[in-house]
T-cell receptor
Framework: AQSVTQPDIHITVSEGASLELRCNYS??????LFWYVQSPGQGLQLLLK??????LVQGIKGFEAEFKRSQSSFNLRKPSVHWSDAAEYFC???????????FGTGTRLKVLA | KAGVTQTPRYLIKTRGQQVTLSCSPI?????VSWYQQTPGQGLQFLFE???????NKGNFPGRFSGRQFSNSRSEMNVSTLELGDSALYLC????????????FGPGTRLTVL
């Protein structure tokens, strides 16, 4: 069955530290992959997406993600975290032809001042 | 351009009742998807509509249904409400079918007593 796994439910980092959120997928074919962020009281917002091509994708708010086919991973990174990055992050997969998003369980990020 | 709007934002119902939630997509968007978000199950896909036709359906009982109108506005209905239906219901729109970014509304918080 198709699935998206985020192994870390909670992550705490200090402001200014680097961040990496993990995401692994299980699909028959290479899925389309997304990272969304959900801030308290706000809707889900797209950070970045990978469809094909360059495996390192840049997104908004200084985020980037790297697609690694050999590891079935699509990890999200940011070199220096800001307090406003505290939120829940979702890795999402979609396979061509299904047009159906499969969400990971989410990683809640806490940022220490 | 106005974002995705959902009404009502909050609802309280009792077991056995039915409820209808409404979603207005971004102008020009023809695809509307619905998701259920709960602390225990995370974000789960309910169904997707495109051109007034249901294109995809998640693993939910038949009590959950939806429809889309000619102006792309969508409604979802839950009949015979159960306590476990308490959740945040999110609507998302995208311009077309396919691996597009989905734009999410703020959600409708449904509480079943």
């Amino acid at each position: 069955a198709q699935s998206v796994t985020q192994p870390d439910i909670h992550i705490t980092v200090s402001e200014g530290a680097s961040l990496e959120l993990r995401c692994n997928y299980s699909y028959g074919a290479t899925p389309y992959l997304f990272w969304y962020v959900q801030s308290p009281g706000q809707g889900l917002q797209l950070l970045l997406k990978y469809f094909s091509g360059d495996t390192l994708v840049q997104g908004i708010k200084g985020f980037e993600a790297e697609f690694k086919r050999s590891q079935s991973s699509f990890n999200l990174r940011k070199p220096s975290v800001h307090w406003s990055d505290a939120a829940e992050y979702f890795c999402v997969g979609e396979t061509s032809g299904t047009y159906k998003y499969i969400f990971g369980t989410g990683t809640r990020l806490k940022v220490l001042a | 351009k106005a974002g995705v709007t959902q009404t009502p934002r909050y609802l309280i119902k009792t077991r056995g009742q039915q409820v209808t939630l409404s979603c207005s997509p971004i102008s020009g968007h023809r695809s509307v998807s619905w998701y259920q978000q709960t602390p225990g199950q995370g974000l789960q896909f309910l169904f997707e509509y495109f051109s007034e036709t249901q294109r995809n359906k998640g693993n939910f009982p038949g009590r959950f249904s939806g429809r889309q109108f000619s102006n792309s506005r969508s409604e979802m209905n839950v009949s015979t409400l159960e306590l476990g239906d308490s959740a945040l219901y999110l609507c998302a729109s995208s311009p077309d079918l396919g691996p597009n970014e989905q734009f999410f509304g703020p959600g409708t918080r449904l509480t079943v007593l």
